[in-house]
């Protein structure tokens, strides 16, 4: 079988190994330029590649189309979050299964995503629409304070902020105006969503839909660097919640995964939890960053990469046990406020704790990290296993206290 993914990246490189060693043939559509570029060392599992752009859907399927003439294309993924609303159109030309089009708009612009939720009824917080400054003050007349300001269409906390009041919204939003950032080949834009603050716990769900069935891998404990900002440090599989908990937010997921019509593939949903009960930060049609699904594979057993190509293929999948293995749970690094660093001291002294899985490097010595207002500021990360949750918190706050850069 031949399956196509659509520019690969992050978590979404894994899905050439996993679709390799399951004896599938896997070819890939990547621009091959900025930040769309495939690592070398998957070229290997690629059995053709296509260079075009990716952000162009007139040339991406012109390729899709020659490609299932000739192949026969079994399945069309998306690699990276960007490229969930293109692959469901690319899915829907060569018509193999895939989300509605409509459906991948709402998994990647969250006025849709939120809209859709409130025509089904489904609790999501007050929002508002800003795409210009004049329209600031309206919005702060609609929301209150405090509030939230994001990026209508990002990924990775970017430019998402908690916001107290006027001058801080005006700011915040010119700031993102005018951030020249890109992020595969398009920028951030001037379309914003401002959202009532929801003050609550933050977890993250990740799972899978098979057959208009969901199945839900894992409740993620998300652990954030202290507000205004939201940039994800660390992360613990399963998140140690009472069974109540546990079943009050799988239900309200699958209301969620109702409302967008989610018929097939992997989501990655996060929310907070009040007084009242859940409510959707967002959700994604794609694989978890930060290492979730090797978190989850490790506590669990369960393969979110091989569960991703099954689904869009229409392979059964075993029902996902509720049986834990272990606790996972991985830690980021950042610098503290300087900017470079020359060494690491304290790996080798993790090594020696029971449970170390490995420890990741992002940034070469000597070279400049940019301040932690964004993913970008992490410099490196740990991952640990350990029979319970307590005992693995443990071990990522002794790998904190031991890490250091010179």
């Known amino acids: 079988m031949n399956v196509l993914i659509l520019e690969p990246s992050t978590a979404g490189l894994q899905i050439l190994p996993t679709a390799y060693a399951m004896g599938l043939n896997v070819f890939v559509l990547s621009a091959n330029q900025d930040d769309r570029v495939i690592p070398e060392e998957y070229h290997k599992y690629i059995f053709k590649k296509i260079q075009v752009d990716t952000n162009n859907l007139s040339a991406i399927s012109e390729a899709t189309l020659t490609l299932h003439k000739e192949f026969g294309i079994s399945a069309a993924i998306p690699g990276f979050e960007i490229y969930v609303a293109l692959t469901a159109q690319l899915a829907k030309l060569i018509q193999v299964p895939g989300v509605s089009i409509e459906t991948g708009e709402a998994l990647r612009d969250?006025?849709?995503?939120?809209?859709?939720?409130?025509?089904?009824?489904?609790?999501?917080?007050?929002?508002?629409?800003?795409?210009?400054?004049?329209?600031?003050?309206?919005?702060?007349?609609?929301?209150?304070?405090?509030?939230?300001?994001?990026?209508?269409?990002?990924?990775?906390?970017?430019?998402?902020?908690?916001?107290?009041?006027?001058?801080?919204?005006?700011?915040?939003?010119?700031?993102?105006?005018?951030d020249p950032w890109t992020e595969m080949g398009k920028g951030i834009g001037s379309v914003a969503l401002i959202e009532e603050y929801i003050n609550g716990e933050e977890f993250s769900v990740e799972g899978y839909?098979?057959?208009?069935?969901?199945?839900?891998?894992?409740?993620?404990?998300?652990?954030?660097?202290?507000?205004?900002?939201?940039i994800e440090m660390g992360h613990i599989v399963p998140a140690d919640i009472t069974l109540e908990k546990q079943k009050i937010i799988k239900q309200y997921v699958k209301e969620v995964i109702a409302a967008l019509n989610i018929n097939l593939g992997v989501f990655h949903a996060e929310l907070r939890i009040d007084e009242e009960g859940p409510v959707l930060m967002e959700i994604a049609g794609r694989l978890a960053g930060c290492r979730i699904c090797d978190l989850i594979f490790l506590a669990k057993g369960v393969s979110m990469y091989e569960a991703m190509i099954k689904t869009h293929l229409g392979l059964p999948i075993e029902k996902i046990s509720d049986t834990i293995l272990q606790y996972a749970g991985m830690c980021y690094?950042?610098?503290?406020?300087?900017?470079?660093f020359q060494e690491i001291n304290g790996v080798e002294n993790l090594k020696n704790i029971p449970g170390f899985y490995d420890f990741k490097v992002f940034h070469k010595p000597g070279e400049y990290v940019p301040p932690l207002t964004t993913f970008q500021g992490r410099v490196a990360s740990c991952v640990f296993t350990a029979p319970t949750y307590a005992e693995v918190m443990q071990r990522l706050e002794y790998a904190k206290s031991t890490i250091s850069f010179g």
């Open 209 to 230: 839909v098979d057959n208009q069935y969901t199945q839900i891998a894992s409740i993620t404990k998300k652990f954030l660097t202290p507000e205004p900002l939201f």
């Open 110 to 178: 969250k006025h849709k995503m939120r809209n859709a939720l409130r025509q089904k009824s489904v609790r999501t917080p007050k929002y508002i629409l800003l795409d210009s400054h004049d329209k600031i003050n309206n919005a702060v007349e609609y929301i209150g304070f405090p509030c939230i300001i994001k990026p209508v269409d990002q990924s990775g906390s970017m430019h998402v902020s908690k916001i107290n009041n006027l001058a801080e919204l005006s700011a915040a939003y010119h700031a993102m105006c005018n």
């Open 333 to 340: 690094f950042d610098l503290k406020g300087k900017n470079v």
